[in-house]
């Protein structure tokens, strides 16, 4: 029987995949991309190629976006021929990177050599994308330029152009929790020049306030901003980004207050209603919550109440990380973190069987030795006195 002949592979990566789990690595050399006229949905589909791209794998330099995938990424149900065009023709256009690595110098090139567009009958388009072999040195193996990751999902809902840049700056100065820039610096930043921004209540009615719901809304990114003044002058913005803990017990301050009875329940289940939990699984949950050591549960008036904001705290740390990866089971995932905060309990009373029983054999030690000569020495003492 003759052999099957191996089918040849392609270099081509072929479809999405899942959108939710796609993440953009991005170069800083390709940050500085904001700051041209490229406009938010040319931005968007760079991030999608950069999103499904392998950045370790050069060779694999073309992404085939199937049919009604790009529809779906950028929540659209349509994109007309002429609009596609204009987007993709956009990303052909010679651009100048900022290469910190050429700090006397500067860089032009172009991003994509090639670009197909083929709609089905329903008008949904299948896109071929390949970058420049000029641009590989931006998109693989950037490790040593530096760069963002970031989830596609938080930038793909944008409205704003604004919002997209803002988003990219406090990633980028996330670690710092807490920081300040010059306002001039961030008009520029954003690229906000018209005359009527100099007026601060209405680049912070216009621009600000309005990426700040945004963000805050779409985004994983959560932040808080304050003017600072010098004199009767604002000159600095205060911007504080928000960690995923401090988030989830904004969430537990926030939840609506309950009845200590609902329904002959105990309490703390009233934070699990929207899950749905069969009696089975609610009687593991307690028999859970009931070993949980004292010190593991929040502040409260009552046994019961700090039960309840124990599980809801734990719910809401669940949603902010389904935010950041899809937990498809969520009841798994709190049985993990109760038996995680239960095994804490059970190591430090370990820990403490151990230091009793090292301190009783150190006492069993020194009461054996045979010459310590013990009882003399206190007696010679008290002879002295």
Same mark, same amino acid.
């Given at each position: 029987?003759?052999?099957?002949?191996?089918?040849?592979?392609?270099?081509?990566?072929?479809?999405?995949?899942?959108?939710?789990?796609?993440?953009?690595?991005?170069?800083?050399?390709?940050?500085?991309?904001?700051?041209?006229?490229?406009?938010?949905?040319?931005?968007?589909?760079?991030?999608?190629?950069?999103?499904?791209?392998?950045?370790?794998?050069?060779?694999?330099? $073309?992404?085939?976006? +199937? /049919?009604? &995938?790009?529809?779906?990424?950028?929540?659209? $149900?349509?994109?007309?021929?002429?609009?596609?065009?204009?987007?993709?023709?956009?990303?052909?256009?010679?651009?100048?990177?900022?290469?910190?690595?050429?700090?006397d110098g500067f860089k032009?090139?172009?991003?994509? =050599?090639?670009?197909?567009?083929?709609?089905?009958?329903?008008?949904?388009?299948?896109?071929? *994308? $390949?970058?420049?072999?000029?641009?590989?040195?931006?998109?693989?193996?950037? =490790?040593?330029?530096?760069?963002?990751?970031?989830?596609?999902?938080?930038?793909? &809902?944008?409205?704003?152009?604004?919002?997209?840049?803002?988003?990219?700056?406090?990633?980028?100065?996330?670690?710092?929790?807490?920081?300040?820039?010059?306002?001039?610096?961030? /008009?520029?930043? *954003?690229?906000?020049?018209?005359?009527?921004?100099?007026?601060? @209540?209405?680049?912070?009615?216009?621009?600000?306030?309005?990426?700040?719901?945004e963000l805050n809304e779409?985004?994983?990114?959560?932040?808080?901003?304050?003017?600072?003044?010098?004199?009767?002058?604002?000159?600095?913005?205060?911007?504080?980004?928000?960690?995923?803990?401090?988030?989830?017990? &904004?969430?537990?301050?926030?939840?609506? +207050?309950?009845?200590?009875?609902?329904?002959?329940?105990?309490?703390?289940?009233?934070?699990?209603?929207?899950? %749905?939990?069969?009696?089975?699984?609610?009687?593991?949950?307690?028999?859970?919550?009931?070993?949980?050591?004292?010190?593991?549960?929040?502040?409260?008036?009552?046994?019961?109440?700090?039960?309840? @904001?124990?599980?809801?705290?734990?719910?809401?740390?669940?949603?902010?990380?389904?935010?950041?990866? /899809?937990?498809?089971n969520r009841f798994a995932?709190?049985?993990?973190?109760?038996?995680?905060?239960?095994?804490?309990?059970?190591?430090? =009373?370990?820990?403490?069987?151990?230091?009793?029983?090292?301190?009783?054999?150190?006492?069993?030690?020194?009461?054996?030795?045979?010459?310590?000569?013990?009882?003399?020495?206190?007696?010679?003492?008290? %002879?002295?006195?």
């Open positions: 029987m003759p052999r099957r002949k191996k089918l040849p592979e392609t270099s081509d990566i072929i479809g999405l995949g899942n959108p939710d789990k796609l993440t953009v690595q991005k170069s800083n050399p390709l940050q500085s991309l904001a700051k041209t006229d490229l406009t938010l949905p040319e931005l968007k589909l760079l991030d999608v190629y950069l999103a499904r791209i392998d950045s370790h794998d050069p060779e694999k330099r $073309t992404v085939i976006i +199937e /049919k009604g &995938e790009l529809e779906r990424v950028l929540c659209v $149900t349509r994109i007309l021929k002429d609009d596609l065009n204009k987007r993709l023709r956009n990303l052909f256009q010679i651009v100048e990177i900022e290469d910190a690595t050429k700090p032009i090139i172009s991003l994509f =050599e090639e670009a197909e567009a083929v709609p089905d009958g329903n008008g949904l388009w299948k896109i071929t *994308l $390949t970058c420049t072999p000029s641009a590989r040195e931006y998109i693989f193996n950037i =490790e040593d330029l530096g760069y963002l990751r970031y989830r596609l999902k938080n930038v793909i &809902e944008l409205k704003s152009r604004y919002s997209y840049v803002l988003f990219l700056y406090l990633e980028n100065n996330r670690f710092r929790k807490s920081w300040e820039i010059k306002l001039d610096d961030l /008009k520029e930043l *954003l690229k906000c020049k018209a005359t009527r921004y100099n007026q601060f @209540k209405f680049f912070n009615a216009e621009i600000l306030k309005k990426c700040h719901n779409k985004t994983d990114c959560h932040f808080d901003y304050e003017p600072v003044k010098q004199g009767r002058t604002i000159v600095v913005i205060r911007f504080t980004v928000k960690t995923l803990k401090q988030l989830a017990s &904004e969430d537990v301050v926030n939840l609506p +207050e309950v009845p200590i009875v609902i329904k002959d329940c105990p309490l703390w289940e009233s934070a699990l209603s929207d899950w %749905k939990l069969s009696a089975e699984k609610l009687d593991e949950l307690s028999a859970l919550l009931d070993a949980i050591p004292a010190y593991k549960l929040p502040e409260a008036p009552t046994a019961k109440q700090a039960q309840y @904001k124990y599980i809801a705290l734990k719910v809401a740390e669940i949603k902010r990380r389904n935010q950041e990866k /899809k937990i498809n995932y709190l049985r993990k973190l109760m038996q995680k905060d239960m095994e804490t309990k059970a190591e430090k =009373e370990t820990a403490q069987q151990l230091a009793v029983a090292r301190g009783t054999q150190a006492f069993r030690n020194f009461t054996e030795r045979t010459n310590n000569n013990y009882i003399e020495k206190i007696l010679e003492q008290y %002879k002295q006195h």
